[in-house]
């Protein structure tokens, strides 16, 4: 998503744009194509080395690396004299607005504040979990105080910074190409996503079991790769469950939607969950989680898919099943998902940038 904005920034706008990257290394590509317009800084910052130190010195570590990563992003910046000067996501946005310059600040939200900095991890010490608290108060209230504006995904978002100066939702959007859309035929549910925690895979394979034993000719294959990736086809085997598929991450992800009828997302939160716009942009229907807050800014319930009360497994598996039984409403849910999807085209979403720009100076 950063790389898309700028590069229609520099490239459409004709903006000077720069992006500064905190950790890659000047030597590493970008995953994405960026546009030659668009500038970059490469710092390599070594914030990973403070783990190598067990608490307490980890926090001493900590300290120095922050001042130091302080210094420079504060050299480049000021160097760069910026008209507008963004904070992505919630990596050291608050370090952003902290930083002297004649630029209009902007904090951009890629995951619901509910999450950010919340250090959800499960092998996290006392100590931790103590520095995190304290400092997730103060992040908080730097973004607020200094911010000119903050940018959410989700108007659910955006209510939860009713401190901030200013608030504005502007949503992301898919520029995945479609060459062909799903004819919602195959018996065949999709999901995709990293295999962590937040994205409630436990809970689909929940699911998934109360569906697998009415419709045992239905297969529901998944495409993720993460940390519990063994954890989770564990839980399939003790289940029981016959038709559950694994894969890894496919560049032809679009391939896959097409095969598709049915789209599940089982999160436990979503910033925006694009997933989800770029299954309903194949004509693919969809069901979630309504979870903070990004699947119900994307599925209108009961038009292209499903809204499900958060948590309601039960609930999930019956409309689940009712899409599996039910060809022609498959089909119309087809037909007005592509139609909810262009809400989302890059054209509009960039204008709202634009907009955003031009009245912030």
């Given at each position: 998503?950063?790389?898309?904005?700028?590069?229609?920034?520099?490239?459409?706008?004709?903006?000077?744009?720069?992006?500064?990257?905190?950790?890659?290394?000047?030597?590493?590509?970008?995953?994405?194509?960026?546009?030659?317009?668009?500038?970059?800084?490469?710092?390599?910052?070594?914030?990973?080395?403070?783990?190598?130190?067990?608490?307490?010195?980890?926090?001493?570590?900590?300290?120095?690396?922050?001042?130091?990563?302080?210094?420079?992003?504060?050299?480049?910046?000021?160097q760069l004299n910026p008209n507008i000067l963004i904070g992505i996501g919630h990596f050291k946005a608050d370090f952003v607005c902290n930083?002297?310059?004649?630029?209009?600040?902007?904090?951009?939200?890629?995951?619901?504040?509910?999450?950010?900095?919340?250090?959800?991890?499960?092998?996290?010490?006392?100590?931790?979990?103590?520095?995190?608290?304290?400092?997730?108060?103060?992040?908080?209230?730097?973004?607020?105080?200094?911010?000119?504006?903050?940018?959410?995904?989700?108007?659910?978002?955006?209510?939860?910074?009713?401190?901030?100066?200013?608030?504005?939702?502007?949503?992301?959007?898919?520029?995945?190409?479609?060459?062909?859309?799903?004819?919602?035929?195959?018996?065949?549910?999709?999901?995709?996503?990293?295999?962590?925690?937040?994205?409630?895979?436990?809970?689909?394979?929940?699911?998934?079991?109360?569906?697998?034993?009415?419709?045992?000719?239905?297969?529901?294959?998944?495409?993720?790769?993460?940390?519990?990736?063994?954890?989770?086809?564990?839980?399939?085997?003790?289940?029981?469950?016959?038709?559950?598929?694994?894969?890894?991450?496919?560049?032809?992800?679009?391939?896959?939607?097409?095969?598709?009828?049915?789209?599940?997302?089982?999160?436990?939160?979503?910033?925006?969950?694009?997933?989800?716009?770029?299954?309903?942009?194949?004509?693919?229907?969809?069901?979630?989680?309504?979870?903070?807050?990004?699947?119900?800014?994307?599925?209108?319930?009961?038009?292209?898919?499903?809204?499900?009360?958060?948590?309601?497994?039960?609930?999930?598996?019956?409309?689940?099943?009712?899409?599996?039984e039910n060809a022609k409403l498959r089909k119309v849910f087809s037909e007005a998902a592509i139609i909810r999807a262009e809400a989302f085209t890059i054209d509009h979403i960039m204008e709202q940038w634009k907009y955003l720009f031009?009245?912030?100076?």
């Amino acid at each position: 998503m950063i790389t898309e904005k700028a590069n229609y920034l520099a490239d459409h706008f004709g903006y000077d744009v720069t992006i500064i990257t905190c950790i890659q290394h000047p030597d590493e590509n970008n995953s994405f194509y960026t546009s030659n317009k668009v500038k970059q800084i490469k710092l390599g910052f070594p914030y990973f080395s403070q783990y190598k130190y067990k608490y307490p010195k980890r926090l001493w570590v900590k300290y120095a690396i922050n001042k130091e990563f302080r210094r420079i992003l504060t050299k480049e910046v000021q160097q760069l004299n910026p008209n507008i000067l963004i904070g992505i996501g919630h990596f050291k946005a608050d370090f952003v607005c902290n930083i002297e310059c004649e630029a209009k600040i902007i904090v951009e939200c890629h995951e619901a504040r509910y999450f950010a900095q919340s250090g959800m991890s499960q092998h996290q010490n006392l100590i931790s979990k103590l520095f995190q608290h304290f400092y997730r108060k103060k992040f908080f209230r730097t973004i607020e105080k200094k911010a000119d504006a903050v940018v959410t995904l989700t108007q659910g978002d955006k209510e939860l910074w009713n401190k901030a100066k200013r608030i504005e939702v502007i949503p992301n959007f898919s520029i995945m190409p479609i060459h062909h859309t799903s004819k919602c035929e195959g018996k065949r549910v999709i999901a995709v996503g990293r295999l962590s925690w937040e994205k409630g895979y436990d809970r689909l394979i929940e699911i998934w079991k109360i569906v697998e034993l009415k419709h045992p000719d239905w297969f529901l294959d998944i495409y993720g790769e993460g940390e519990l990736e063994k954890d989770l086809k564990d839980d399939v085997v003790k289940k029981n469950i016959k038709n559950i598929t694994f894969h890894k991450f496919t560049d032809k992800i679009s391939d896959e939607y097409t095969k598709s009828s049915i789209c599940v997302m089982t999160s436990y939160y979503e910033g925006f969950a694009l997933v989800l716009l770029e299954a309903l942009r194949h004509g693919v229907p969809c069901i979630a989680f309504n979870c903070p807050f990004g699947p119900s800014s994307i599925i209108e319930d009961n038009s292209c898919g499903y809204l499900i009360e958060n948590g309601n497994i039960n609930l999930f598996a019956e409309k689940l099943s009712t899409l599996i039984e039910n060809a022609k409403l498959r089909k119309v849910f087809s037909e007005a998902a592509i139609i909810r999807a262009e809400a989302f085209t890059i054209d509009h979403i960039m204008e709202q940038w634009k907009y955003l720009f031009e009245s912030l100076k």
